[in-house]
């Protein structure tokens, strides 16, 4: 009979396909973002960060540093705040979200936009309401075990009850 051979070709060369493919997850981006959930938390290693600041001048003055992040990962999800801290030489403080601000749930495609902000008060040198700030750093809400540093160049945090510094929700960007 004929087709024997054709059939035992089709049905060896499904196999030498079938048995080319890999589940393992070890490989390149697309490797690892293909079974990726539409819904995961974005990771901070899948974006790209930029800072901005409108410094505030003087003691007193409020100030805000913002940061914008793009997604270079596959389609990911951010529910809820930034995770800030701001770093002193003896001391690290949490920053807590802007009053009355609720937490949302914003999905970024690859190439996505979003940012937050910090919004302090500038504190009088060398006084006890006043934090010495040299870093801050920051996790997205799903990935607390990455975090990015950046360097605090805007000047002392006031840290007094109605002065504490605050970080908004994130923000969609762009178009």
Request: hydrophobic letters at 35%; one cysteine or more; proline letters at 4%.
């Amino acid at each position: 009979m004929r087709t024997y051979p054709l059939s035992l070709a089709a049905a060896l060369a499904a196999t030498v396909l079938l048995t080319g493919c890999s589940d393992d997850k070890a490989g390149g981006d697309d490797v690892k973002n293909a079974d990726r959930p539409s819904d995961s938390a974005c990771a901070l290693g899948d974006m790209g960060v930029e800072v901005g600041a409108g410094a505030a001048p003087a003691a007193g003055d409020t100030g805000t540093v913002t940061v914008t992040l793009t997604n270079k990962g596959a389609q990911c999800t951010l529910k809820g705040f930034p995770g800030v801290d701001l770093l002193a030489d003896d001391k690290t403080t949490s920053v807590s979200p802007d009053e009355g601000a609720k937490a949302q749930s914003l999905t970024l495609g690859k190439g996505g936009t979003t940012s937050f902000t910090i919004t302090y008060v500038r504190g009088e040198a060398g006084s006890a309401e006043s934090l010495a700030v040299r870093k801050a750093s920051f996790t997205l809400p799903g990935d607390t075990r990455t975090a990015h540093e950046l360097k605090w160049s805007y000047g002392e945090v006031a840290w007094a009850a109605d002065k504490k510094p605050s970080v908004s929700g994130f923000e969609t960007s762009g178009d």
